[in-house]
């Protein structure tokens, strides 16, 4: 995939949408019945980038303070989502060893992934830092799950919402009416092209978790230290 230009045309196609209010709300945001749990392998930016980041969402915070804004403790990349969320999955349905065995397998040998954060993207429903990777560790350890799980016989549910390949953070999520919408816009499109910056991630986190990440539910299961 071509990244830039996946990039390029996502942000295109969205803010077009976006500018005529054809953008998608979350209706389970704010919703205390969401009961959707699944299991995720991610890495997170270190804590300088996630400081450029709270930058750019507080202007927008001030532009529309009522959207979902991620704070930098849930922000992250998705290297795979081992079981997406559903409705009514719980720890108790597999067997968390086997599935830290698994993942333990299927890191390269070459343990380093790193990943240059620059650019915003947006999709009709939130907005995104674009991830670039510097090396080709993290596809190298994508295609390792994605084989070693179809022979496994575990519960997994990989590829079946879409094959990822990007490595982008998802940052805000439209949850109400955007007041400012020129305003909004405008702050977007002054960090479309943003250098957040360059990170080596130190780990990789098995967790449990809701459908937006939040810390509140998220437990973690295993960290695989990459350094």
């Not at 529309?64 to 922000?75: F, G, N, V």
């Not at 560790?137 to 549910?157: A, D, I, M, P």
């Not at 977007?188 to 990440?213: I, P, S």
Request: aromatic content about 10%.
């Amino acid at each position: 995939m071509n990244l830039p230009d996946h990039y390029d045309t996502l942000y295109k196609a969205s803010i077009e949408k976006i500018s005529s209010g054809q953008y998608q709300l979350d209706p389970l945001l704010d919703s205390p019945n969401d009961n959707r749990f699944g299991i995720t392998l991610l890495l997170r930016p270190d804590e300088q980038t996630k400081q450029h980041i709270q930058a750019f969402l507080g202007e927008l915070k001030a532009v529309d303070p009522a959207q979902y804004y991620y704070p930098a403790s849930d922000i992250h990349i998705t290297v795979m989502s081992i079981i997406s969320c559903y409705s009514g999955f719980a720890l108790g349905q597999i067997s968390v060893p086997a599935y830290v065995e698994l993942i333990r397998e299927s890191i390269p040998t070459r343990r380093e992934i790193n990943i240059s954060f620059k650019g915003i993207t947006a999709s009709p429903s939130c907005a995104m830092v674009q991830g670039f990777m510097l090396d080709a560790t993290l596809n190298e350890l994508r295609e390792n799950l994605r084989v070693n799980f179809k022979h496994s016989g575990l519960e997994q549910s990989i590829d079946k919402r879409y094959t990822i390949q990007t490595a982008h953070a998802t940052v805000v999520r439209f949850r109400k009416e955007i007041t400012h919408l020129g305003a909004f816009l405008q702050v977007l499109e002054k960090y479309r092209n943003h250098d957040f910056g360059t990170f080596r991630a130190q780990a990789l986190e098995l967790v449990y978790n809701d459908w937006y990440q939040r810390e509140k539910h998220v437990q973690v299961l295993h960290r695989f230290e990459l350094r």
